[in-house]
């Protein structure tokens, strides 16, 4: 079993779309971890968030501890949005990937 | 302006022959971390260093080794690479552990 799971693991949207992804892990953290990864590209950090929620442009990040679960959401998606979005979790010193979900935006 | 520099880009070895991966920063980040990922794949963490302590992910294989010489840089050997370790090898760096991570480019190992 993984200990992070993220869903969907496939979409497509059109542009201008509103997308959320999902994200449930069954550990104790200390932090989460939106990252996005282009194709051919490397990683880059969107948010690391420990409770509640942050924004940055278009990108809003929440998590509900008790839940054990985190969303990303993307207002206004765009072309150049397409990436794989990998949740991560840190409890302690450790790193649990979940396998990503591959968006799409279509022109 | 780079913060996290991986050399070579791309790499091609041969089954059996040793291969060394370059990774430097100049964040001054304590932590550094090695990856490895394989095609629609999450990254695997092979093994990470705090500063000088080597912390080494309980089924990273023998085959994996790396060094530390410094803050700036981090190296990781294949020994004997076979055609299953053929993927894109990723360094990254946090200034403390858990925190937010700095990726560098990745090196594509090709295994002939």
């Known amino acids: 079993k993984n200990e992070v799971e993220q869903s969907p693991q496939n979409l497509t949207a059109q542009e201008g779309e509103f997308i959320t992804i999902n994200c449930s892990y069954s550990?104790?953290?200390?932090?989460l971890h939106w990252l996005q990864q282009h194709p051919g590209g490397g990683i880059v950090s969107l948010f690391m968030l420990s409770s509640g929620k942050k924004k940055h442009g278009r990108l809003i990040a929440t998590i509900n501890i008790q839940e054990k679960h985190s969303s990303l959401h993307i207002t206004a998606s765009h072309p150049r949005d397409s990436a794989v979005y990998i949740c991560a979790v840190t409890p302690g010193n450790q790193f649990y990937f979940g396998t990503g979900t591959s968006l799409t935006v279509i022109p | 302006d780079a913060m996290v520099i991986q050399n070579p880009r791309y790499q091609v070895t041969q089954f059996g022959k040793p291969v060394t991966l370059s990774c430097s920063q100049t964040l001054n980040h304590n932590v550094m971390y090695w990856y490895q990922q394989k095609s629609s794949q999450a990254p695997k963490l092979l093994f990470h260093y705090y500063d000088k302590d080597f912390n080494n992910e309980a089924d990273t294989p023998d085959n994996f080794q790396s060094r530390r010489p410094n803050t700036s840089f981090c190296f990781l050997d294949i020994r004997s690479p076979g055609l299953g370790d053929a993927a894109m090898y990723l360094c990254?760096?946090?200034?403390?552990?858990?925190?937010?991570?700095?990726f560098g480019p990745g090196t594509r190992l090709t295994v002939l």
């Open positions: 990254a760096t946090s200034r403390e552990n858990a925190d937010t991570q700095y």
């Open positions: 550990v104790g953290i200390s932090a």
